[in-house]
């Protein structure tokens, strides 16, 4: 694990002109992660399935006085190829280029012995988790391409290896993918990292573990707002790492 630098210091204009792309923006970390890069000058794609969310989120900064964000609501679970190309291709026209991305969404499935577990949750949540990332960002890396100081950052977990089957198995190859993009494009201006932010209070977190004792004195998501920043910013020099608290 990879901890960011210890003097950085997330000033206002840290992400100032940097367009970021955020996965299931209207989420848990997605929703602190797309106010924490808005909040610092990005402009913010706010990408979510549910319209009412992002566009509450879209109100959110606009009313802060942050940069104006772009709305772009889709459905990951049925998603595909040509929604992703589209995407691309929308974000071409509007702005150019694209700086970051950051894949906050996910699904969780249940806790479930090998044996018993259903085939419909192991398709689900490998569209949701894994194709979905691998070919939004496949989609967007000639964009990424064209920033100056491209990033790409993938959310890890490290839950115990029993019962989480499609969960953990996609996760899994998440972290491969990480490794292989980052191999890929060691030496350039694209760099691809990945965050295991570890137990922290989400609605996710506390459908997993509903009766954990610590859930009363977890901190939320905003608590790892630096490491994003960090991940965002022209100060990242790391690629293929894995960042935590």
């Known amino acids: 694990m990879t901890q960011i630098p210890g003097d950085f210091k997330a000033d206002e204009n840290l992400l100032k002109d940097r367009i970021i792309l955020v996965t299931g923006a209207t989420g848990g970390f997605g ?3 797309s106010l924490a890069c808005a909040k610092h000058g990005a402009t913010v794609i706010l990408l979510a399935k549910n319209l009412r969310l992002v566009e509450e989120l879209y109100d959110e ?18 998603a595909t190829e040509h929604h992703y190309i589209e995407l691309a ?13 950051i ?6 499935g249940a806790p479930t012995p090998f044996e018993h577990s259903d085939a419909t949750t192991w398709y689900q949540l490998h569209q949701v988790n894994l194709h979905a990332p691998y070919l939004l960002t496949r989609s967007v890396i000639p964009l990424l391409k064209k920033s100056d100081h491209g990033s790409v950052v993938f959310m890890t977990d490290d839950k115990p290896g029993s019962y989480w089957d499609a ?7 998440l972290n ?5 993009m980052a191999n890929e494009y060691e030496g350039s201006a694209l760099h ?6 570890g137990m922290t209070k989400t609605g996710m977190h506390l459908r997993a573990y509903p009766a954990l004792d610590a859930n009363a004195t977890l901190a939320g998501p905003e608590v790892h707002e630096d490491i994003f920043l960090y991940l965002m910013s022209n100060e990242l020099k790391e690629n293929g790492e894995c960042f935590s608290p």
């Open 31 to 33: 929703k602190v992660v």
């Open 61 to 78: 900064i606009e009313k802060a006085g942050y940069p104006t964000p772009a709305i772009y609501p889709i459905n990951l679970e049925g």
């Open 89 to 101: 291709e929308n974000i071409q026209k509007e702005f150019g280029h694209l700086d970051g991305l």
């Open 103 to 108: 894949h906050c969404a996910g699904l969780l």
């Open 167 to 173: 969960y953990m198995v996609t996760k899994s190859a």
């Open 176 to 180: 491969g993918m990480v490794s292989l």
């Open 192 to 197: 691809v990292n990945s965050v295991n932010p």
